[in-house]
């Protein structure tokens, strides 16, 4: 049985979370945009790493979040913690709604539904500019505190709040993942084709994970729009759908912390490539993604697993 | 391939064994008595309740279990994961997201005791695709067995099995409950005379006989079959 006690490495890697407060206090608007997107990716990895559904448009369910907080922000109130919920709630039954027709494929035709209900999201919230502001994004609204904490310049509350429901989102996750639901998932991921011959109702399980992964991403969503109180159609774009994807295959899918090293990794080399040159910066990601999938095709995480326990 | 007027009777409890050449539609019919191929006639019964319309994970929580031909089997997962999974589907426990699989130890208990009636005691933590060929066609076995079954179909358990190991395989199926119906497609006849106390001879997607071994032995038309006559079915 997968071993669910709490690592050593586990508690110094949530704890190492906090140095960017007192490490590098001018970078924590960029700390709090990598605990979004790794929440972001967290919220794929239980599709794809554990339930093996392959999407490219999982930003559907991001943007949908952040445009219910955004709404609810704008229209009605600016407390955080009760639009992130109802983010949450919303991009849920957007996702349980496209998991009935998601669950009936694979492979090729599902990276390409995913790809397409991706693009449909994100003209429909194009079109309907009235509500979402279109190409200009929704704006004039602001979220001043969480909690009694009023977001600051610096970026302190911001990414103490992302931290924070990170780590309730990544416990939530690997409650899941070792669980029986969880193992079923793997079940899945190993050999659909077994799972009816056991007895397992397959769709209502892909069903399940779905809509909990898309009330995840919701999440990630609601918070990008909570810490900048604005939302683009960006968040809605198939760039953002491929970008976490790279992100979970580089950090290494089905492994829980995958998703979080690869937003790491992946936001700060944007950083600091953009930095040397704001044209050609996909190019080093490109490099390192080609390097990553040809020499440690389980990622980064996979390769380390590996290499610290060599087999016979 | 085709199965078509089959009509195949399974009483409770009796070790049946579904013989005839490649192509004869013995898979097939496996397959759409599982619900993994839909029949455009016919019916299937289970213990008296029409199970035709029913999708195949609602077969094996009736009683229905199948096992394949080609390991179908959980290649990450340890052989233990994958029967604690069939005994956690079994039970209605696997849709539980929110207690760790630590607090299903009667589950796990009974997943390993499965394993271990199979000889599998020492591959119990090895991950699937790690086992020998022999260990992982037990595993096919032990998955089915997880599900408790009224009815099992076993789709030539032994098929790669070097033959000694066979024996030994028939040996371990043929111990298990007497209240479990068996039926299982095997083409090596040593072993289906010894193991069968009821005999299906298929042929061209028809049973052509079933009867006693002792009757099937003696029926000329299924010696002709064995001899290449009739076996006019593509392999």
Redesign the interface.
Known sequence: ??N?NVKPLEVVFWLATLLPFVLTPNYLSLASQIAITALFALSLDLILGYAGIVSLGHAAFFGAGAYTAGLIAKHYWSEPLTGLLIASIASGLLGYALSHIIVRFRHLALIMLTLGLGLLVHEAANSASALTGGADGLQGFRVPAVLGFRFDLYGTTAYAYALAVLFLCFLVSR??I???????L??IR??A??????????R??LR?VYT?AAAMAGIAGALLTHTTSTVSLETLSFGRSADVLVILILGGAGRLYGGILGAIIYLVARDQFSGINPQYWYFWIGLLLVAVVMFLPNGILGGLAKFSRPRS | MVAQDVELDLPQGVRHALIGPNGAGKTTLINLMTGMLAPDAGQILLGGEDITGLKPEARVRRGLARTFQINTLFPQLTALESVALAVLERDGHARNWWRGLTRFGTEVDEAASILRSLNLQRGLHRLTRELAYGEQRLLEIALALATRPRVLLLDEPAAGVPKEESAELFAAIAGLSSALTVLFIEHDMDVVFRFASRIHVMVGGRILVQGTPDDIARDPRVREVYLGRAHRVPA
Request: charged share 15%; aromatic share 4%.
């Open positions: 049985m997968a669910a409650r899941i070792h669980s029986p639901f969880g193992l079923a793997r079940g190993e050999n084709t077994r799972m009816p011959a056991i007895g397992a109702p397959s209502a399980h399940k909990i």
